[in-house]
Every structure is written in C-alpha cells, then in structure tokens.
C-alpha cells in the first residue's frame, strides 16, 4: 500500500491533519508493537485460564473458581505474578546463553507472526503482501528455540524432547504447508486481508469451504498439521509429561518457562487464526455483510465486527484445539511420523490436486 | 557444557585429507553410543519411587534395569516384632490402593493357625469391602494407565467413582485410604444404618459409567494404537514368571484364586453364578499385549460388581466378629494364605512358636513378582512402549518394597 494511503487512514483515525507525518509512523509503529505484546499477552493469558475451565468442565470439575472472584478471571494473572518472582534458575550442565537465548526466540518468533495477523480489514500492523509466508516462517522458528532449549538444559530427558520436536515439525511441515495451497488457489492471494475480502461474498458466507469442496479435508489436514506444529496433545510428544518429564522445558522454571507457555496458547492463537482467515471466511459473517451493507466498509463499527469476528473464530479453533487435548491420548512417534509422511501429505497433494483441476473446471 | 551432560551422545571427529585437486576431503566418524537414562525414581510414569535404568539408542530402549528398594519400610521385619493385631495396620501400607486385601490376606492367614468361627456377616461384609477396593484399585489403574498414555480425562473420571468409594468406606471404618477394617475374627464394626442401600445405589450408577470408560478409553483408536501389539507377555513367559493376576490372565490363563483355590465363601459365589473370570483373547492384537491386561482390569470391576450384588442379596443380620480374646495368641504352627489381590496372588506366610508375637510374617507380594517381567519386556520397545508396559503391570511401589 502507499504510503499516503497509510497516513491517511492514520489521519482518519488517530489525529487531526496538522500533526507530522513522521510522527504519526513512529507513534502508529509504538502504539502497533504495544499492541501485539498486548495481543499476545491477552491472548495468552486469556486462552490459559480458557484451558483450565475447558479442562475442569470436560473432567467434571470446575477449574479456577477463586483468583478475582468471578469464575477466578485472575487466575493466570496470579500464576504470572508468582512465576515472575521465583528464583531464576539455570542448571550447571546448561549450555547458559542458549539456555537463556531460547525461551526470547520462541516468543520472539511469536510476537513476530502475530504481527503480520491483520484484525479487520483497516487494523493491521503492516501491510503484507505475502503475510502468509511472514506466519509461516516466524512460526516455523519457535522449532529453533525449542531444540535449542533442548539441547542447551544438558537433561537427557530436554535431549529427547527437542529431537521429536525436530523430527514431528519437519514432518508435519510439509502437509502443513501443501494444505494451504488450496484455500491459496481458491482465494488467490497470500495476503491476509484480501483473503478475507476474497471471501466476503454471498452475504458474508462465500467461506473458502464453501466455494471449493476440497477446502474441507484440506481444512482437516491443515488443523491436523497445526496440532502437531503448536505441540499440542495428541501430537504433545516434545512435552510427553508422562514419558518425559516436561521434554524440553524439563529445566526450565519460573519466568522463562513462562515463555514457553505463552508461546504455546499465542501459537495455537494464532494456528485458528490463520485457519479462519484461509478457510472460514476470516472477518466474514452475515453480521460483517451487514453491519458493510449497514454503515459501510470503512466505518469503525464494521471494523470492530471485523475484528470481533476473527478473534471468535481464532478462539472457536482454540477451543476445539482444547477439545481435543482433553479427549484423546497422545500418539506414538513412529505413528506421529506414519501419519505425517504416509497420510497426510499425500493427501494433501491429492486435494491440490484436486483443488487445481476444480478451479480450472469450474471457474 | 560438560562431559557427564552428554556423555553417549554423538562424538564427531573430523579428519581431513588434501585431494591431487587441491580440494580438502573431510572424513566425518560418527561414532553413536547408547544414552543411559535414569527414569525415576521421580518421574511422573513410574507410579511411586521406582527408578528404571534404560538405555536407548534414540527412542529405541535398548535395556533395562529396574532397581527398587526406594520405599522399603521392613514390614516384614515389623510382623516379627509387634502383636498379631498390631501387624494389623502395616498391611494396610504395602499395597495401599488395595489396604481392604491386604487386611483380609493377613487375617485369613492368622485365622488359619487359629480355630475361631468366623460369622457370617462377617465374612459378607468383608467380601463386600474387598470387592469394592478391587473396583476402586482397578479405577486407579485404569486412570493412571490412561495418563500412562496421555489421555488425561478417564483419570478425572475413575477418580470421582473411586472418590464415592472412599466416601462409603469413611462411613464404615472411618479411613479413606488405609482402613484396618477387616480385622483378625471378622470386621472392625458393623455397617452403619443404610450403608448398604447406598453400596446398591452405587452399584446402579457404576454401572452406567463404566460404559462410559470403555468407549472413552478402552476402545478409542489412539488407544488400542498404542496398546495392542506392545508389551506382550506370552503365555509361557507368565508361567515362567510366575505371574498373578490380570498379569496372568492379560496372557489368556484363566486361573483366578476365587475361583481355584476358593477362600472365604467364594466358591459359594462362583456356584452361584455371580461371576465370571474375564480372560484376554488377544482382540485387538497379539494375546498378552497392554491392552489386554488393561481389558482384564476394566472388566474384572463389572465382574466384581456382581459379587458386591449377591453379597447384598444375601447379607443377613449377626454378629460381625468371632470370639476374639483382647490380646491374641496364636497356636503354634505354619500358614500360608493366597488371596486375590487386584494385582494378583497376595500371598501370607505366617509361623508362630504359639506366642504374642510371630516368629516369621513372610508377604508373597504380586506387584513385586509381576515387575520381574520388566526387564525382558522393554528391551526393543520405544520409549513411549516402555511407559506403556510399565503401566500395564500396575505395580504400587508401596508393595514391590515393602
């Protein structure tokens, strides 16, 4: 986009004319940084505490009932508290700089794909015409910090967890990647807002499933995938508690575990995000169409259902991310990497393939 | 980093050779050992303070090494030193999660040596009660096993039953884990007023959930994945062994001590109809794997339910404890009683010179025997496997020390 585009819409929404265009960027540059660490923090904190209610009804529990009053809302926030004042430790057989290094890389590359995640059509913080790509790759380098954990906590047992990390990401990289390529032809874009505007049709329902019909197993085999690349149960096996202690974060303790915590709700955040906005019509809904139809596209309000929208759809994907974990055990390395190489990334070839000769027929 | 954290890991050592082209050549020797681990004795898969040494070669286990002792009280020891009844509650600590059993083997097994009549509502209730911590015991084994294996909600779900369980042992005896209930001559006290109403209430609604476990974890896909086929123990490996329990019957033996060597008013029971001795046919995979012993286990708790149901069709009013002096002594002579523990045969040998105190109170222990099966089971295996077996024998560390 062009810069006089950007302050324009700058303009519009943060200040009167009169204020210099170099300070609107650096200002709009702070205020977007801040709120990605928000974003992530928010989401974090939030998504865990959503975990344990999920967790306690599922068991027949409650969960946190106590922290804050309500259903302890405060519940993470205490833990954060206590894990920011526990002693910081690091092992004597640590590798010491990577051992600090690693818990910075993988929220790093978090806060880095949460970036390029647009919340509405106007309120992004960079516009990216491959912002796919820019997820893609700052989510594929928490795999870096977390064999570099692995290998630097001198464990056995962290050993262990960062080798299946290794091996379970490449394998599932590749589905994972492949079964991205169908929304990517339906929609034609890597970019997320226009993946989005790609699908605002039909009132607000021209979802990517719904416009080509191979988007639905891509759609299973792209979350599949997502389980694997976010560690999360059945595909844990990096973690294992019952086989390896905590895997990789076996040495790691107070805040820099902490880390690796966050890391893991921002990511599966930021998994249902990407499985909104290239399968199921990212800010689009009937209430977006109307709300459009209502008020107009630029309008504040539309944007705020736009953004309202993406994160209930992100947290609906969170939420069956959960679902799952709560349900099922976990899988065996040798069937992790069975499924990886000799299902789902055949089939995920046969969806593009699929995918390709639908769009060439019917459009 | 130093030597002794990566010990066995991958040396590298590079030589290098200049070629006639002027290029350097480099010849890499990967030299890989096997990485010795120590699992336990803290480690959330070892059920207690076990420590297993394995050494893998990658996540293929390459041997193993159990090494036990981390929780040896001298209970045996204890039997030699202290009064027949005062032994009493140090059986409730070896295998905790079954204490009722415990209780019951040691009191047979000094009734043996004794003559004293032991009532009828007695030994009705100390079926009843034994029955109950089998299906509490196999809950906590089913529970665990499924944590084993990652699948966290079976555990929330066989504690809350389990939970009920302890809450109607509280009502009886006034402990939740370590009961002294049944007692040398009959049980500690009778049944409270409506302690029985309520075991038939419990009996109606375990038996709804326990359908729910069987479609949550015994038959979901991931499971039986990663259980059939793992950790089979032939049937001549078990004799070899000298396996007990769903251990023995997990390998296709259908021998059960209830049933073999009747105690107490089992044989009547089994006359009776009321139950039945679940043997694994190797469903899902080889005869003898996980999963087998882990179906022996979940349907060993509806067959223990129908036991629970004929004792509270037959329970009648009397006296719950025989003619028992306060201080006991015991007639001079030798006893060994087996009974069915959970986990297998729980055997008493008992000697007495006719005194207060036993000359010798040897435990045949089923956890103990069935760990033996370890070290040649996990070799070959991966290490997630090796989880998998190691809850599949269900030990309870409490009783492999002692």
């Excluded at chain 2, 032939?234 to 390998?251: C, I, K, N, Q, V």
Aim: glycine letters at 10%; aromatic letters at 12%; hydrophobic letters at 45%.
């Amino acid at each position: 986009m062009e810069r006089e585009y950007l302050l324009h819409r700058l303009h519009e929404y943060l200040a009167p004319e009169w204020v210099p265009g170099w300070f609107l960027v650096l200002g709009a540059t702070l205020i977007g940084v801040g709120l990605v660490i928000g974003l992530v923090t928010f989401v974090g904190l939030f998504s865990i505490w959503l975990e344990r209610k999920v967790s306690g009804h599922i068991q027949c529990r409650y969960g946190p009932m106590y922290a804050g009053g309500w259903h302890g809302w405060a519940q993470t926030i205490a833990d954060g508290v206590k894990l920011l004042l526990k002693e910081d430790l690091i092992p004597k057989t640590a590798d010491k700089p990577l051992f600090v290094l690693a818990p910075a890389i993988v929220l790093g590359s978090v806060f880095g794909a949460l970036a390029a995640l647009p919340l509405s059509y106007d309120f992004y913080f960079g516009w990216l015409d491959l912002g796919l790509f820019m997820i893609l790759a700052m989510s594929s380098t928490t795999t870096i910090g977390v064999v570099m954990a692995g290998w630097a906590s001198g464990s056995k047992w962290s050993l262990y967890g960062a080798m299946r990390e290794a091996a379970q990401v490449v394998a599932y990289e590749i589905p994972f990647g492949i079964a991205l390529l169908v929304p990517l032809m339906t929609l034609g874009t890597f970019s997320l807002v226009e993946a989005s505007a790609a699908q605002s049709g039909w009132f607000g329902m021209k979802w990517a499933i719904f416009q080509n019909p191979f988007c639905i197993p891509a759609l299973v085999i792209f979350f599949t995938a997502a389980l694997a690349e976010t560690k999360r149960a059945p595909f844990d096996l990096p973690e294992a508690e019952s086989e390896l202690v905590a895997g990789f974060m076996t040495e790691y303790s107070g805040i820099r575990w902490s880390f690796f915590f966050l890391e893991e709700y921002a990511a599966m955040f930021l998994m249902s995000a990407v499985t909104a906005v290239f399968f199921l019509g990212g800010f689009e809904t009937p209430i977006t169409a109307a709300s459009r139809a209502a008020l107009g596209q630029s309008h504040l309000v539309t944007q705020l259902v736009c953004a309202v929208t993406l994160v209930t759809k992100a947290f609906f994907g969170v939420f069956v991310m959960m679902w799952v974990r709560w349900t099922l055990p976990r899988i065996r390395i040798d069937q992790v990497m069975t499924m990886g190489y000799k299902y789902l990334t055949p089939l995920s070839l046969l969806c593009v393939l699929g995918a390709g000769l639908w769009e060439t027929i019917f459009r | 980093m130093t030597d002794t954290a990566h010990k066995g890991s991958i040396q590298l050592s590079e030589e290098s050779r200049v070629l006639p082209s002027g290029e350097r050549e480099f010849m890499m020797d990967v030299s890989t050992a096997d990485l010795e681990v120590n699992m336990g004795p803290q480690h959330p898969a070892t059920h207690g303070v076990m420590r297993v040494l394995i050494r893998t070669d990658g996540e293929l286990v390459t041997g193993a090494q159990p090494h036990l002792g981390y929780l040896h009280r001298c209970a045996e020891k204890i039997g030699e030193s202290v009064e027949w009844l005062q032994y009493l509650p140090y059986t409730d600590r070896y295998d905790y999660l079954s204490a009722m059993n415990n209780n019951l083997g040691y009191s047979l097994a000094v009734e043996a040596l004794m003559s004293v009549e032991i009532p009828r509502r007695a030994t009705m209730l100390r079926t009843i009660c034994a029955e109950l911590n089998r299906i509490a015991s196999h809950l906590i084994a089913f529970g665990t096993y499924g944590l084993d294996i990652g699948a966290f909600t079976p555990f929330f779900y066989a504690f809350r039953e389990r939970e009920w369980i302890q809450s109607l042992f509280e009502k009886i005896c006034g402990a939740r884990l370590t009961y002294s209930y049944i007692r040398i001559g009959g049980v500690f006290n009778d049944a409270p007023p409506g302690w029985l109403k309520e075991i038939a209430h419990f009996c109606d609604v375990f038996e709804e959930k326990w359908k729910e476990y069987y479609t949550l974890l015994i038959e979901n896909h991931i499971f039986v994945q990663r259980t059939a086929n793992v950790g089979v123990v032939p049937r001549e490996m078990a004799f070899d062994f000298g396996l007990t329990g769903p251990m023995l019957r997990g390998s296709g033996v259908d021998f059960d001590l209830r049933r073999d060597l009747p105690y107490m008013i089992y044989g009547e029971i089994w006359d009776a109809g009321a139950f039945r001795i679940p043997v694994a046919r190797g469903e899902k995979g080889t005869l003898g794997d996980c999963w087998d012993r882990t179906w022996v286990r979940v349907v060993e708790m509806m067959e223990s339910l129908g036991i629970v149901r004929w004792c509270l069709d037959a329970i009648e009013d009397g006296p719950v404890i025989g003619e028992i002096p306060k201080v006991i002594k015991v007639p001079a002579g030798e006893a060994y009683v087996g009974i069915e523990n959970p986990r297998g045969e729980l055997g008493h040998y008992v000697v007495s010179d006719g005194g207060k105190v036993a000359t010798r109170c040897r435990v045949r222990g089923p956890s103990f025997t069935n760990l033996a099966v370890l070290e040649d089971l996990l070799p070959g295996t991966l290490l997630a496997d090796s989880i998998a077996i190691i809850g599949s024998i269900d030990i309870v560390v409490g009783e492999t020390d002692r």
